[in-house]
């Protein structure tokens, strides 16, 4: 059985699987009015003052009020670009420069050629910060894209790192790096790799011309390299000749449950193309000892296999303490096709495990179904005493009644 931790969405909320439903959420909240907004808007000169300050958590809390004001802040980019030379640590221990990366972020795309007029600056900090800010501002900063590719060739080890970050944040939009990018699958930085095989896996099927050096790294990279190459060959897609469904299925065969993990996602990213592959996944859901039971299941209903076989199987890891999380937060990605389980979901929302109920909260919302019963529960789930799960549980009755 899987014996890696599963992490709480408790610690991982930034990075939740329910970013999508969060947002959506987020659009019934009351929107500040326009005064409001106004006034924020005139306290920015206070604001940047408090970037001054001798307390790195007050300059913190500067950056996060820029960041909240959103492009109305605009003028604070210079400032901003300016304070990314700050090295100090907040009482958290987290360097406060990421703030700043974050409010640069937060200001939207007018502060992509801002930031691009800095990109050549010789301070290290700055750049790695610039580029942070890129990679968060996502499609909307591709003008970086023709920047950065003639600086590769002569960028440091670390530098050709940040711009790779920054292809992988812009996505499809990246394409024309795709060359680029591919030269460092070649070298002998894992980290290079790492960072080439996102980046790679963002851009999609326009990195169609990767796959032979991606097949390569899965069979010569190291642990979290094989994984990476997996899953961004998943994303890539079928290609002509080169058995990708075939060759991630015999990359199974390794002992490590994170390649194995990743290497079914990766297959999972493949859809109904990769049905070649579902006898063997088959074997592997049938062989107890194979130590990613819920990646297998999951993989299986994604690539075209029988729903009820992979959500059975879901099911009964679900009833076990130890991959219990893992099998919920699986249920849900399979939608309304998990609908038999709503009844196991409902018993989860009264979990000792917070997480778990969480959990449950969002795959009842993903399979779509507004009965009243479940409207029901989740309305007393939403009066828990933890915060965190009372959220999730209101946010789920809000996505299943907007349904109706």
């Not at 972020?105 to 290290?124: C, F, R």
Request: glycine share 6%; proline share 7%; net charge negative.
């Amino acid at each position: 059985m899987n014996t890696c931790f599963w992490p709480s969405k408790r610690f991982m909320f930034e990075r939740s699987i329910h970013t999508p439903f969060i947002a959506f959420a987020l659009i019934a909240l009351p929107l500040l009015s326009i005064t409001a907004q106004d006034s924020r808007v005139s306290q920015l000169p206070e604001i940047l003052e408090r970037l001054d300050d001798e307390n790195p958590d007050t300059r913190m809390e500067a950056a996060n009020a820029i960041r909240r004001l959103g492009p109305q802040a605009i003028s604070a980019a210079p400032k901003l670009i300016g304070m990314l030379e700050d090295t100090s640590i907040n009482s958290d221990g987290e360097p406060v420069a990421q703030y700043y990366s974050r409010a640069l972020a937060g200001l939207g795309p007018l502060v992509v050629p801002e930031l691009l007029e800095e990109i050549s600056t010789e301070n290290n900090y700055q750049r790695s910060g610039i580029c942070e800010a890129l990679h968060q501002l996502g499609p909307s900063a591709s003008a970086a894209v023709k920047i950065l590719i003639p600086k590769m060739s002569a960028a440091s080890k670390n530098d050709r790192w940040a711009y790779t970050y920054v292809f992988e944040g812009i996505g499809p939009k990246a394409a024309a790096a795709v060359p680029q990018i591919i030269e460092q699958l070649d070298s002998e930085d894992f980290q290079l790799q790492l960072v080439s095989c996102r980046a790679l896996a963002a851009i999609g099927p326009k990195a169609k011309d990767a796959c032979p050096e991606l097949l390569r790294l899965l069979d010569e990279g190291n642990l979290s390299v094989k994984g990476h190459a997996a899953m961004a060959l998943g994303n890539i897609g079928i290609q002509p000749g080169l058995k990708i469904p075939e060759n991630l299925a015999r990359t199974l065969e390794h002992p490590h449950f994170v390649v194995r993990e990743r290497v079914l996602e990766g297959i999972g990213r493949l859809g109904r193309d990769a049905n070649v592959v579902l006898p063997t996944l088959e074997n592997y859901m049938e062989d107890s000892k194979f130590n990613a039971p819920v990646d297998v299941a999951l993989a299986y209903f994604r690539i075209g296999g029988e729903p009820q076989k992979a959500l059975d199987q879901l099911t009964e890891i679900a009833s076990h303490f130890q991959n219990e999380l893992e099998a919920v937060v699986a249920i849900g990605k399979m939608k309304t096709a998990a609908a038999p389980a709503i009844p196991m979901l409902i018993e989860k929302l009264d979990s000792e495990d917070p997480d778990v109920a969480y959990e449950a909260c969002f795959a009842l919302a993903a399979i779509g179904d507004p009965k009243p019963a479940i409207l029901e529960k989740l309305d007393e789930v939403s009066k828990s005493s933890d915060q965190f799960l009372a959220g999730g549980a209101k946010r789920a009755a809000f996505l299943l009644r907007a349904i109706k």
